[in-house]
């Protein structure tokens, strides 16, 4: 049912209430920060699916990022403009661009990265402001993470109606996608028009709501940044094997029931995953939110099918990860390959030879950003493209932003490394401090562009943009590289590696 109008200049009537938001500086977008889209996931409530929110009377303020989902400091580059941490954290933000055209404008939803243990909305280089003024409305919500958004036990899923545990910070995302179906007409927005979009474990996320019995039918479009549920690394486990992964971790921090957990306050649970391992939690297949693997889904046609606009950057890994603390020596190497494929080591060793140092050291590379990111999100495009019955788009993010001389990484130089693209497309570069380069706000513009394009109509291209073709064998595979000054589109270099690499992983599993 279509929400009413906005009331004023400032203010928007949802469901539950009317919140009021505030314009930015320059009077050129309207935003709501803080909206709630789900009751707060405490007490009784945690670690069950969202629930509905309560409504309010009056006029409530959303001018304020609300506290982000209680997470550690698993990644030091992420910066929050919030209050703080959380377990009340189920509020989302919405920015439409003023005045309101008389047309419902595309809405575009973004996930937020972070390994499904950390992230919020709150990170400067996702703010909404600057995409919504290409003639969009931009929604991001929090979702619950780590133990908090993952946790699977026997019990969780004994008192489940659906009988499954686990993926809570997934049906967050759900929930939030179906607040905007219901809501977001009174944005500016069309509820008919929603493009899903997210970056690494939001990426991932992407794949995971396209399968979805829960929201593939409410999406028209999905753009996946760096990841997806295909790859051989960061797979799902079933229900079963979380539930005593779940039941183990609580018999180690002495709680004997749910009660106990449930009463236990958020940072001793939260310190005691942290002292264990920071990613001891992670989505699962728990039979109701996802009944199947993504994977799985996509075989048999199942997911929503809608254009699919996906890449990754071309230094998601490096040699430096794939080595970690041991030396980059060709004997290291050909060990960690074998350690890693076992009975395919010998085929994946002829794919990525040692040859020379240099070749070693570039060898380990691919295979890093390969089997960290670029496997899984190609498998992904794949199985879109299978179905045949929507356009897929593909694109290489090569624009290396200048280093940063405080990130630990800055030996090693300029690098697309994996998350750079983030303030490109969102028009964020000046959030970072750094000195970029025209060519980086042309790339970061025709980006900003081509992602609005899609999600408008499902086709990035318009007039006065190097043309992107689509992702098929008639157009012989071909990859937006996206380079400023100006992006070229090339057919795929790689696609024999991928191909050989997919059959190794095959023979892998027989």
Known sequence: MAIATTLSAQQAKTESGVVEGKTTDDG???????????????????????QPVNPWKGVRPAKEFSAHCVQGPVFGDMKFLDSGSSEDCLYLNVWSPKPAPKEKLPVMVWIYGGGFQAGATSEPRQNGEFLARKGVVVVSMNYRLGV????????????????????????????AI????????????????????????????VSAQMAAPMTRDLLRHAIGESGAFFGRDMRTKPVAETEQDGAKFAQSIGADSLAKLRAMPAQQLLDAVMKQNPFLFWPNIDGYFLP???????????????????GWNHDEGSWHQFFGKDAPTKENYIAK???????????????????????????ASQLSTMNFIAFGTWKWLEAQLATGHQPVYRFEFDQAPPVDPKSPFAAAGPMAYHSAEIEYVFRTLKSKGLPFTPDDYAISDMMATYWTNFARTGDPNSTGLP???????????????????????????????????????QAEKK
């Open 337 to 363: 390959v074998r350690e890693e494929f076992n009975t395919q080591a010998d085929a994946i060793l002829k794919l990525f030879p040692a040859d020379t140092d240099d070749q070693m050291k570039q060898s």
């Open 292 to 310: 199947e693997s993504v994977a799985s889904i996509f075989a048999k046609s199942e997911q929503a099918h809608v254009p699919l606009l996906a």
């Open 28 to 50: 050129t977008v309207q935003e709501f920060l803080g909206v709630p889209f789900a009751a707060p996931p405490v007490g009784d409530l945690r670690w069950r699916e969202p």
């Open 148 to 175: 908090f958004g993952f946790f699977s036990h026997p019990e969780l899923t004994k008192e489940s109606p659906h009988h499954a545990s686990g993926n809570y910070g997934l049906m967050d995302q759900a929930a």
């Open 467 to 505: 043309n992107w073709p689509q992702y098929t064998p008639q157009d012989k595979f071909e990859v937006m590289y996206l380079k400023g000054p100006v992006p070229k589109a090339n057919p795929d270099d790689k696609r024999n590696l991928y191909e050989q690499m997919d059959k190794a992983l």
């Open 178 to 205: 179906q607040w905007v179906k219901r809501n977001i007409s009174a944005f500016g927005g069309d509820p008919d028009n929603i493009t899903i979009f997210g970056e690494s474990a939001g990426s991932f996320s």
